[in-house]
């Protein structure tokens, strides 16, 4: 009888393919823009790194299942307070840098913090501890980040909560802090290559622009497609909250996840693909 305890549920491989597109023709967008070779041959190398990262965490260990969440929120939120360590730039307070690379923090803890909300069974820690996250978003000046953090958070702290005051006062910050995140809006001026990346692919050609925004569609959609049963909600949570990630682009200023430049959002992505290919990974040994 073979032994199939350390292999990954067929579901999961699915999980391989939803990045490529956008990670493929972002790379050819920059290469073909001309911008810097070392730019967008590290952006595909970090790609190509994460996919085979999840290949073996899918394959050898879960992840989340047994990861404590309160050291996770501990230093996710030490992360995002680090951004504060300087003046930023432009008034604007999202990125530590390490070395050569300047790292969105939000960008990349966000879906954690989220997956750590979905765990804790403490519905008051819970909301103060979105609250707190919604709040420091708003002191970086990231109206994409409070948008969609916000959002996403909402879904899982109404399910959790029973108390009707209580729902209504989280719906309220919840459209409170994003109508203030973007009365606010910051004036940092867009990137070619990471803000104004699917510019540049209708720039080259029609078809390149068509199939980028489809590219950027499927990012979210196994979030939606592939949630079991029992974690339904946080699956949709997550895919509400990278589709927003993508929808705010088309009003300011803000990365194209995975397509433009940056690893940042690669590195949330991921996260989020982990935790959704555990899920899948989980729910087919329970119910095989």
Do not use: C
């Amino acid at each position: 009888m073979s032994n199939n305890k350390n292999k990954p549920a067929e579901p999961t491989i699915i999980l391989f393919f939803p990045i490529l597109p956008a990670l493929l023709f972002g790379t050819y967008i920059m290469a073909f823009s001309e911008v810097p070779k070392t730019l967008w041959m590290m952006h595909l190398g970090f790609g190509m790194m994460g996919i085979a990262l999840q290949w073996v965490v899918f394959r050898f260990r879960p992840v989340f299942k047994k990861v404590n969440p309160y050291p996770i929120i501990l230093i996710s939120m030490l992360l995002l307070l680090l951004t504060f360590w300087d003046d930023g730039f432009q008034d604007v307070n999202r990125w530590v840098s390490i070395g050569a690379f300047s790292l969105n923090i939000g960008l990349m803890v966000s879906p954690l913090i989220l997956i750590q909300i979905h765990k804790i069974q403490n519905q008051t820690f819970a909301t103060l501890l979105s609250l707190l996250a919604v709040l420091i978003f708003l002191f970086q000046s990231d109206a994409s980040l409070v948008t969609a953090f916000s959002v996403s958070a909402s879904i899982k702290l109404l399910r959790k909560n029973s108390s009707k005051t209580t729902k209504g006062l989280i719906l309220i910050a919840a459209i409170g802090a994003s109508a203030m995140a973007w009365y606010n809006l910051d004036s940092l001026p867009a990137v070619s290559y990471v803000e104004d990346i699917l510019s540049l692919a209708w720039k080259i050609s029609g078809f390149l622009g068509i199939f980028s925004v489809l590219s950027l569609v499927l990012l979210p959609l196994p979030f939606f497609v592939l949630a079991s049963k029992e974690n339904r909600t946080m699956a949709y949570s997550l895919g509400l909250y990278f589709f927003l990630i993508l929808l705010v682009t088309l009003f300011g200023n803000f990365p194209v996840m995975v397509m433009g430049y940056g690893i940042s959002p690669i590195i949330g992505y991921f996260i989020g693909l982990i935790w959704l290919g555990e899920e899948i990974s989980r729910s087919k040994e329970e119910n095989p």
